[in-house]
């Protein structure tokens, strides 16, 4: 553990006032929603929530997309995301001329992906559901992003996201921990997964989390581990960097938390050099000025620039800057563990299949 990584512990640690008055707020907050005090809205139809409890990078991007090649081949869906750090406000749908500043980084990562389902943005989920199913005819589901802790609407089914290495169980609330809602609204979860597992995780490392998870009787856990393919180039996919030790990365990136990709990094090349920013940072012609001074002063000759599919959503704007350089993009992807993704992928069919609409009056 370095010093600025004992610093920021310790800091955290002197604003425990400030997390417990947040907490209390939100205890409040959930009380009165679950009093029916403040109102969640219900829709005659198929809802799919994907969320968490805590701040920072669970996987639910990589969920997203993870649900929609499942769905995709059954079901007309579509996505519904806040689109943060979006210039634009209100609801959304992506085009063919959209970019990832009017509708937000993940949603347009999603639209470029799978360009046949819908996708949109809309800070009020209660506003955008109806703009979703005027505007898309047909229209079979919604799979709402990172919404699980926004109680104005009342998803169908709620998968919560909590990681591997900090799990929500063992949390306390902002600032002092990561928890931006109470560790008691994961009851409102029907499907939980463990996120950036080890792959061999062991059956009984499992079942020693699910006992500190306490999950319900009708909920059920699951495990999965993160995969990463092979890089392909920002502007061209079908032009692909097999990593080899020989090797020398200059890793980009702003994401919530890049642990594993160093890890990664370590282990595939020979050396790698990081430059981060901020969570959903939208990157300057400045910082691309610097992006390519650090990869000119790189003196070897098996070198390449890597990013990861969020920032490269926010880096493409710069088309002629970078045609030159060899910059790569690295996917990544949920992969179930101890067999147990179909089961997974059979729960969440026969929800959208088998949906019926029960209102709490």
């Given at each position: 553990?370095n010093?600025?990584?004992?610093?920021?512990?310790?800091?955290?640690?002197?604003?425990?006032p400030?997390?417990?008055?947040?907490?209390?707020?939100?205890?409040?907050?959930?009380?009165?929603?679950?009093?029916?005090?403040?109102?969640?809205?219900?829709?005659?139809f198929?809802?799919?929530?994907?969320g968490?409890?805590?701040?920072?990078?669970?996987?639910?991007?990589?969920?997203?997309?993870?649900?929609?090649?499942?769905?995709?081949?059954?079901?007309?869906?579509?996505?519904?995301?806040?689109?943060?750090?979006?210039?634009?406000?209100?609801?959304?749908?992506?085009?063919?001329?959209?970019?990832?500043?009017?509708?937000?980084?993940?949603?347009?990562?999603?639209?470029?992906?799978?360009?046949?389902?819908?996708?949109?943005?809309?800070?009020?989920?209660?506003?955008?559901?109806?703009?979703?199913l005027?505007?898309?005819?047909?229209?079979?589901?919604?799979?709402?992003?990172?919404?699980?802790?926004?109680?104005?609407?009342?998803?169908?089914?709620?998968?919560?996201?909590?990681?591997?290495?900090?799990?929500?169980s063992?949390?306390?609330?902002?600032?002092?921990?990561?928890?931006?809602?109470?560790?008691?609204?994961?009851?409102?979860?029907?499907?939980?997964?463990?996120?950036?597992?080890?792959?061999?995780?062991?059956?009984?490392?499992?079942?020693?989390?699910?006992?500190?998870?306490?999950?319900?009787?009708?909920?059920?856990?699951?495990?999965?581990?993160?995969?990463?393919?092979?890089?392909?180039?920002?502007?061209?996919?079908?032009?692909?960097?097999?990593?080899?030790?020989?090797?020398?990365?200059?890793?980009?990136?702003?994401?919530?938390?890049?642990?594993?990709?160093?890890?990664?990094?370590?282990?595939?090349?020979?050396?790698?050099?990081?430059?981060?920013?901020?969570?959903?940072?939208?990157?300057?012609?400045?910082?691309?000025?610097?992006i390519?001074?650090?990869?000119?002063?790189?003196?070897?000759?098996?070198?390449?620039?890597?990013?990861?599919?969020?920032?490269?959503?926010?880096?493409?704007?710069?088309?002629?800057e970078?045609?030159?350089?060899?910059?790569?993009?690295?996917?990544?992807?949920h992969?179930?563990?101890?067999?147990?993704?179909e089961?997974?992928?059979e729960?969440?069919?026969?929800?959208?299949?088998?949906?019926?609409?029960?209102?709490?009056?």
């Amino acid at each position: 553990m370095n010093f600025n990584t004992i610093f920021l512990k310790s800091f955290r640690v002197l604003l425990l006032p400030l997390a417990i008055l947040y907490g209390l707020i939100i205890i409040i907050r959930n009380y009165l929603f679950d009093k029916q005090y403040l109102k969640s809205a219900e829709f005659n139809f198929p809802i799919i929530c994907v969320g968490n409890l805590a701040v920072g990078g669970t996987g639910k991007s990589p969920m997203v997309e993870y649900l929609i090649r499942q769905l995709r081949k059954d079901f007309k869906i579509a996505t519904l995301s806040r689109g943060y750090k979006r210039k634009t406000k209100g609801y959304a749908l992506a085009n063919e001329y959209t970019t990832a500043l009017e509708i937000g980084d993940e949603p347009m990562q999603f639209h470029i992906k799978f360009p046949e389902i819908a996708v949109a943005s809309c800070e009020e989920r209660i506003v955008g559901i109806p703009h979703l199913l005027q505007d898309v005819s047909g229209l079979q589901a919604i799979i709402l992003d990172d919404a699980f802790q926004h109680r104005s609407v009342k998803a169908g089914l709620n998968i919560l996201l909590t990681e591997y290495s900090n799990l929500y169980s063992q949390d306390i609330f902002l600032p002092t921990g990561d928890l931006r809602d109470q560790r008691a609204s994961a009851k409102r979860a029907q499907l939980i997964i463990v996120t950036k597992c080890p792959e061999n995780i062991s059956p009984e490392k499992k079942q020693r989390i699910i006992r500190q998870l306490r999950p319900t009787a009708t909920q059920k856990v699951f495990f999965t581990t993160i995969e990463y393919g092979t890089p392909y180039h920002i502007f061209n996919i079908g032009d692909e960097w097999h990593l080899t030790p020989r090797d020398e990365v200059l890793l980009v990136c702003g994401i919530a938390n890049p642990k594993l990709l160093k890890e990664y990094l370590l282990e595939k090349s020979h050396t790698y050099y990081q430059q981060d920013y901020s969570d959903h940072h939208i990157f300057s012609i400045d910082d691309l000025n610097e992006i390519k001074q650090i990869f000119t002063d790189i003196h070897a000759k098996d070198k390449l620039i890597l990013t990861t599919e969020k920032d490269a959503v926010r880096l493409a704007k710069f088309t002629e800057e970078l045609a030159s350089l060899p910059m790569y993009v690295l996917p990544i992807r949920h992969r179930f563990l101890f067999e147990e993704g179909e089961q997974f992928n059979e729960l969440v069919t026969d929800f959208i299949r088998n949906f019926s609409f029960n209102p709490v009056l």
